[in-house]
């Protein structure tokens, strides 16, 4: 996005994933930092990140559905001693590779739940 501008940043193919509005106001939000949808599928996932300069694509082959249900199962009764191990496998499969994407160390970056950007700038 330009400086001074509202219009969003040109992403190929986003009319699929999101409607013109959500993006504008994403691409508002992007002056906090990168926001960050997160998508697991049983194939794998994804993170579409959007950054004031554009979008950015990163495979997560790991997260898959079934992975992150273990994931889920195992914080819901996670025992002593057994919360580090399941962070770092988290951290090498999400984070990690998105935080690898995202140009110098941004100073805040955004989960957005798809639709609900307009809920994070109030």
């Known amino acids: 996005m330009r400086p001074g501008s509202s219009a969003p940043p040109a992403v190929s193919g986003a009319g699929s994933l999101a409607s013109d509005r959500m993006l504008a106001e994403a691409a508002?939000?992007?002056r906090h930092g990168p926001l960050v949808w997160?998508?697991?599928?049983?194939?794998?996932?994804?993170?579409f990140l959007l950054k004031?300069?554009?979008?950015?694509h990163v495979p997560l082959p790991a997260p898959t559905t079934e992975q992150v249900a273990t994931w889920t199962e195992q914080l819901t009764g996670v025992?002593?001693?057994?919360l580090a191990p399941i962070l770092r496998e988290m951290w090498s499969a999400v984070m990690g590779p998105v935080l690898d994407a995202c140009p110098g160390a941004p100073q805040q970056l955004i989960r957005a739940p798809v639709a609900c950007t307009s809920l994070m700038d109030r």
């Open 28 to 30: 508002r939000l992007t």
């Open 38 to 47: 997160l998508c697991a599928t049983t194939r794998g996932g994804v993170a």
């Open 52 to 56: 004031a300069g554009g979008a950015v």
């Open 79 to 82: 025992g002593p001693g057994r």
